[in-house]
């Protein structure tokens, strides 16, 4: 992709407009149409025989608005401009954050659900020209494409069916891509993750016709600042198990895995950026079904913490995943941030719908440092409290906890309250419920499908760690 100043009039061009950049543009063809920059107004002429395709932002400024406009417009015409070397003219009153957002839309925009599209985004990246004047256009062009880059893997992994990503299949995925990235991978088996008393984890695996992969990729840069640990929920399918899942909606449980993908998509971002964070991204995969060796409601299962715990309700699994792999590499790993991040519980899509994750933090410092880039960039989350109150009605009669209420309320608290006793105190432990935003409804779907939700949000806040945080 190369970055110019100048325009050059033989070429397929993208032309995004604001308002105000309309006003001062010289440009004949514009005398011929009927265009006023509108918000999400697309008009096509032709100049020198060559598509010019006009996007007016209206009087749009946030992030996530310039990048739907940019992302309904490519998602449209995404063969032609795959098909041609295209020029992309972005305006100049625009910041660097903001034109960083049109080529982000612009790029996503043009994903389609054939697997192939993420490989041949980086094929046509070549036949793309960004016309800039912008002094930060090399920083910003290239943040955009590392994002994309990391959010197709993510969006192709999650739209996988759940036969084509179980946990041996995905080990050998993981393998693969950290020899592809430079990453050091360390994957445990049934028998490794046994000695390691990762019981928690082993549990919701007793079902299973797959290995469990308990996977940790590491990228590790000589000039880190800080050390972080990123857990993404990996339940590669997710049936509830013998507390079974109504069958309607269930086959949108392969996207269970979705904290997973953010995960690695935020790694493949962050190492394409260089940025200067040491990360252990970590992934306990199983799939979550039943079968005769299935465990059960009332089962009493041990923990790497030494926890003792209660089983209520075998569905609610993602918990009893995450428990052993935060207690586990806040143990091992010694890092100053913990994140984990999960399609954990339907209550915080109850009570946030489609528009935040939820988010709790044992750092309120940290938890506002995330909110805010979740308002910038518009991939949200929202607090919820963890009260000590909350951990009352986690007590059990047979074990140390269980990992539900008996009240059917605020179980997206409950999840929290519940995997903040794993975190052996961690001063920096942060914890995302992304249930209502990593799956949703998508312009190259007709069905649900994955967003690539919060590789955007975990790229932008990795870069802003700084060494006196
Ligand atoms: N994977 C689900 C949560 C989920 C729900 C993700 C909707 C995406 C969309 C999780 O494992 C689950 O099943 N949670 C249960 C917990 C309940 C049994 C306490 C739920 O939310 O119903
Ligand atoms: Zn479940
Ligand atoms: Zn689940």
Redesign the pocket.
Known sequence: MQIVSQPQSDIQTIHFFTKESLKQAQLSLLSNIAFEAGKKEFAHALSQDKNYFLIGLGEETTQKALRDIAASFAHTYRKKIAEEDTQIILPESLDEHQQENLLIGLFSGLYTLDKKEAKSFLQWDHSIKIVTQHAQAEEFVQKAKSITEGKFIAMDLLNLPPNHKNSEILKDFFKNMASEYGWEFNSMGREECKKQNLHSFLAVNQASAHKPAFVTLQYKPENAVKKVVLIGKC?TF?T?GV?IKPSENMHL?K??MGGATTVLGTLIAATQLQLPVHIYAVFPATDNVLSATAYLPGDVIASHAGKTIEVI?T????RMTLADALSYSIKEYQADIVLDIA?????V?RALGYQAAGIFSSNDKLLEQIQNIGNETGERVWPFPMWDEYAEDLKSDVADLKH?SNTPLS?VIYAAKFLQAFTHDHKSWVHIDI?GVAFGSNAYSKDRSATGYGVQLLTNWLQSIKAED
């Open positions: 339940i997710d509830g507390s449980m996207s269970d309700n569905d609610a699994e993602g399609t954990l519980t339907g209550s899509v539900i179980d249930a």
